[in-house]
């Protein structure tokens, strides 16, 4: 088994969940946690101990503590040597793309978490300035979801495609009005509906306010010349240095996140032979299965998974 190329993946937002930290607490990575709470302005081991889960929705404070649990788990997994081949490359859903930056090694432990409290309040003062919602549509193809939402946008709803997860399962974002009537037509496409529990129309044009405040964090942060390959979000090809990280960061909060065709990017164009998933709970495992049943995928949800 040892020896094949692994490529490490990052959960977003949606898999926090009520003391998802405490399974780390007694590991000696946890300390990172101080160096997150620092950088980000908040109270990081609270918010991973103790937090109540309606507090943990709340779209910054949410994507803060999927990160930290994310980065506190690749560095316990760094220091044990738990990697068995060659790490070739990072990838990470929305949210997760800061944690694969960081590990791949593009930008500091500390330049990161402030990215992320940035980008979170931008995200929730975007919501707060223009209401939406996010559903998702499970066992449509595609295409015909493209021709529904399509068909929606057409008749004047605000309504976009926002997350190409994995075969048979699409995200939809925009105005609750719109995404109810493409909830309406899911039938006719043989789709279930899932409306999401989320705090706004995230990769949508909705996000256009807080991509304008998160070009300026990305602006005046500085990434690595040279770093492992991130494969990005908004058009699933592998990045590698300085090479526009604020364009490609900008873009994806109004953007679809084009998830299946990353994890395809993963294991064809860079060879990756394992998939290794670095975070809260086991969201990316299960689309990853679907979208590539040979490839091998372990999910680090706590300690326990290291050995």
């Known amino acids: 088994m040892g020896g094949r190329p692994i490529g490490l993946v990052f959960p977003g937002q949606g898999t926090q ?11 000696p990575s946890w300390g990172i946690s101080a ?9 990081v081991a609270d918010l991973l101990l103790h937090a109540p889960a309606e507090r943990l929705r709340r779209t910054d404070l949410a994507q803060l503590s999927v990160f930290s649990v994310a980065m506190i788990a690749h560095a316990e997994a760094v220091r044990r040597g738990a990697f068995d081949g060659p790490v070739v490359a990072c990838a990470g859903h929305s949210l ?4 694969a930056l960081t590990a791949a090694g593009a930008f500091t432990l500390s330049a990161a978490a402030a990215l992320v409290a940035a980008r979170g309040r931008a995200m929730r003062e975007a919501a707060a300035a223009r209401e939406g919602t996010m559903g998702v549509l ?3 193809p595609l295409e015909s979801v493209e021709q529904l939402v399509a ?4 008749e004047g709803g605000d309504v976009w495609v926002a997350n190409v997860n994995a075969p048979g399962q699409t995200v939809v974002s925009g105005s609750s009005e719109a995404v109810a009537r493409v ?16 705090g706004g129309a995230f990769h949508s044009p909705y996000m256009a306010p807080a991509a304008r405040s998160l070009a300026a964090a990305l602006k005046d942060t500085a990434a690595a010349p040279r770093h492992l390959p991130v494969v990005a979000n908004v058009d699933a090809r592998p ?13 994806q909060l109004t953007s679809p996140v084009l998830w299946e065709e990353s994890v395809r990017t993963l294991t064809g164009t860079l060879g990756c032979r394992r998939l290794i998933e670095l975070g809260p709970g086991r969201t990316l495992a299960g689309l990853i299965r679907r979208i590539d049943p040979d ?3 372990v999910s680090v949800d706590g300690p326990a998974a290291l050995g």
């Open 295 to 297: 490839v091998e995928v």
């Open 35 to 43: 160096e997150i709470s620092e950088a980000a302005g908040e109270d």
């Open 96 to 99: 997760g793309e800061y944690a």
């Open 138 to 140: 499970v066992a449509a």
């Open 239 to 251: 990045y590698d240095g300085d090479c526009g990280w604020t364009e490609l960061g900008t873009r």
């Open 151 to 154: 068909g929606v946008r057409e």
């Open 183 to 198: 909830a309406d037509g899911a039938g006719g496409i043989g789709a279930k509906f899932i409306r999401l529990q989320v």
């Open 17 to 27: 969940r009520q003391a998802m930290g405490a399974p780390w607490r007694d590991t």
